[in-house]
């Protein structure tokens, strides 16, 4: 059989996967302590490899790893077309507006102005609303942009809301849902079929003895 390749993002998201991966028997290999970013389960015949974040969906896009785990924004704002086989019970935040108090988000047709690093996200959402913007693309620090004048609003991921109210802002608007999903590659999907449901079937059946969502 051949090997299958996962691809997980380092840092929290990728304990939470480690670990979960440990409930069902598989890789006991993997050390995120470690500086290595490929680790091998010759037990299970699978590979498993540490990414940022952000490149889990072109590793699996691209044929390199057949499945991984990784949050729903990322795949939103990759326009990726991988296949999304099943939604983790774990890690659930939101995307969100924020802003200042009483900032109006919708202004006719005036041009708000946007800082975010989810672009691709941002641009789709407010052109279902119809509401012209600006993206400003900022990939740190981005709840300073209201407070400096650099933007009306921000777009980003909000899971307590304790950075936000730090900084002066508040949840203005709800946009989606994010959690942890497993995602395939179209192609590797059909050959490796078997191996990866097996998988899925698993952490489903963990699913639902266990209440994993503090995993």
Same mark, same amino acid.
């Given at each position: ?30 050390? +995120?302590?470690?500086?290595? +970013? ?23 896009? *691209? #044929?390199?790893?057949?499945?991984? %785990? ?28 924020? #802003? ?11 041009? +708000? ?25 900022? *990939? ?6 209201? @407070? ?10 909000? $899971?307590?809301?304790?950075? +936000? ?12 849902? &994010? *959690?942890?999903? &497993? ?6 999907? @059909? ?7 097996? %998988?899925?079937? @698993?952490?489903? $059946? ?7 969502? *503090?995993?």
């Amino acid at each position: 059989m051949d090997y299958l390749t996962v691809a997980l993002a380092k840092g929290r998201l990728g304990e939470q996967s480690a670990e979960l991966f440990g409930k069902i028997g598989i890789g006991k290999s993997l050390d +995120l302590n470690s500086r290595r +970013l490929v680790f091998e389960d010759e037990e299970n015949k699978i590979k498993f490899m540490l990414l940022k974040n952000s490149d889990v969906v072109t590793y699996v896009d *691209n #044929g390199v790893a057949d499945i991984g %785990i990784v949050g729903k924004d990322m795949v939103k704002e990759s326009l990726s077309k991988v296949f999304q086989l099943h939604n983790l019970s774990f890690g659930y935040c939101k995307m969100c507006i924020a #802003g200042e108090k009483g900032k109006t988000v919708y202004r006719n047709n005036a041009i +708000l102005k946007v800082a975010t690093k989810f672009t691709n996200s941002a641009k789709a959402y407010f052109d279902l609303k119809g509401q012209r913007i600006q993206i400003i693309t900022l *990939n740190g620090s981005v709840e300073l942009a209201p @407070k400096l004048g650099l933007a009306d609003v921000i777009v980003d991921i909000v $899971e307590t809301g304790s950075t +936000l109210r730090a900084n002066g802002l508040e949840v203005l608007e709800e946009m989606f849902d &994010i *959690n942890p999903v &497993i995602i395939a590659n179209r192609i590797g999907y @059909k050959f490796k079929m078997k191996q990866i449901d097996g %998988i899925i079937a @698993k952490i489903g $059946e963990l699913e639902r003895k266990h209440d994993v969502k *503090n995993i």
